[in-house]
């Protein structure tokens, strides 16, 4: 059977469009517990935070209202829903975004700076918390902002310490 040109430049087309249209990540960022408790961290700017920016009405999440009076109740096991991220002491992960860099998540924030909170993780798990208490208190152990270029020297490393 011979095939001709036609069929190869059609399969190399599709093979080609396919690869390019797929999902990317990037999970250069390692986040270290260096305490012997568990934590919990959120990432200002991550996408899924919940709450940090609401398109309906333009305002971000830690200045909306509604969002502000929900109770923070986390499963630690279920970190998919709300950007909440937990690590047992003396343990580290990789965090992951997809289909953007840690680079382009930092440029589209008003500072172009990586903002992580910590939080001892009963204040997220525990449900006896609005996040309006939680802002209000300043109830997290730990705040860091961090550039671009300061967390490549890191070579993307951040660090909880207590």
Avoid at 20 to 45: P, R
Avoid at 52 to 71: F, P, R, V, W, Y
Avoid at 133 to 155: G, P, R, V
Wanted: with cysteine; charged share 25%.
């Amino acid at each position: 059977m011979k095939l001709n040109k036609t069929y190869f430049y059609y399969c190399f087309i599709s093979i080609t469009l396919t690869i390019y249209s797929c999902d990317f990540s990037d999970n250069k960022l390692q986040v270290w517990n260096n305490s012997k408790d568990s934590i919990a961290f959120i990432i200002l700017t991550e996408p899924n935070y919940f709450p940090t920016s609401n398109t309906d009405n333009g305002l971000s999440k830690i200045e909306n209202d509604s969002l502000l009076k929900t109770l923070a109740k986390y499963d630690p096991t279920n970190e998919s829903f709300g950007g909440v991220h937990f690590l047992a002491g003396n343990s580290n992960k990789h965090l992951m975004t997809f289909n953007t860099t840690w680079e382009g998540v930092i440029e589209r924030t008003r500072k172009k700076k990586l903002e992580i909170y910590f939080f001892p993780a009963y204040i997220l798990t525990s449900g006896d918390y609005t996040w309006k208490e939680i802002w209000d208190k300043n109830m997290y152990t730990q705040k860091n902002e961090f550039s671009e270029e300061e967390l490549k020297k890191l070579d993307w490393n951040i660090c909880y310490k207590n």
